[in-house]
């Protein structure tokens, strides 16, 4: 069963632009979220996260937004950069569990 | 600050043998230690974590096993290795308790041939 779902498996943006990388998730019980970056043949980095009782999280470039009432998270990416050519991985966690399930992850190629 | 090692970086063994991988963290105590696996055009999934030493929660059923000898270190085996545990292996840590993000060392491509 899987939990967290990214169903984008590849995204193409335009240097400059934004991208958005979605995001859902069907346990009503999780309460954080987070976000990572992977290059290949290197391990995930965490880029950003969101607890549940916000519903908006910015760092600089990026932005993730979590809608409850949908399960859905999203994160965007703003201008985007070549450097942002990465696979994206959405993940998630339950209060008091010491776990993160993650989605399957989204290709995001940055075009100049 | 913190850092994870882990190692080898890459691998290839022939199916039946035996595997060890090793990851230690540095600059932190008591961490909360795991491996996932990548498997080729999938996400990450869940194989193992640990709170403490001695403690292993175990995600999925395979050939695969852990051990947590000591507070930073965490080593993943398999006695004999399946065509299907070839994959990309990733050590992670975080700090104790809910809420904290992974942080990952860079992985261990194993390929069983």
């Known amino acids: 069963d899987q939990q967290v779902k990214q169903n984008s498996p590849s995204l193409s943006v335009q240097e400059g632009r934004i991208s958005i990388l979605n995001c859902d998730y069907t346990?009503?019980?999780?309460?954080?979220f987070l976000w990572y970056k992977k290059y290949p043949a290197e391990g995930p980095t965490f880029l950003i996260s969101i607890s549940s009782i916000k519903d908006k999280n910015e760092d600089g470039r990026f932005t993730v937004f979590l809608n409850k009432s949908a399960k859905h998270l999203s994160l965007h990416i703003v201008p985007s950069q070549p450097g942002d050519s990465a696979v994206y991985f959405c993940a998630a966690s339950v209060e008091g569990a010491q776990k993160l399930v993650f989605g399957q992850g989204t290709r995001l190629t940055i075009n100049p | 600050s913190q850092t994870i090692h882990q190692w080898p970086a890459t691998l290839v063994q022939p199916v039946g043998s035996p595997l060890s991988l090793e990851c230690t963290v540095e600059?932190?105590?008591?961490?909360?230690l795991y491996w996932y696996r990548q498997a080729a055009g999938r996400g990450l999934q869940l194989l193992f974590y640990s709170v403490g030493i001695g403690q292993i929660s175990s995600e999925v059923p395979q050939n695969l096993s852990a051990s947590r000898p000591q507070d930073r270190q965490f080593i993943l085996s398999s006695k004999k290795l399946l065509l299907s545990d070839s994959g990309f292996y990733l050590c992670a840590w975080s700090v104790r308790g809910s809420g904290s993000p992974l942080h990952f060392g860079n992985g261990t491509r194993l390929t069983v041939t």
């Open positions: 346990n009503s019980m999780f309460d954080y």
């Open positions: 600059g932190t105590s008591n961490p909360n």
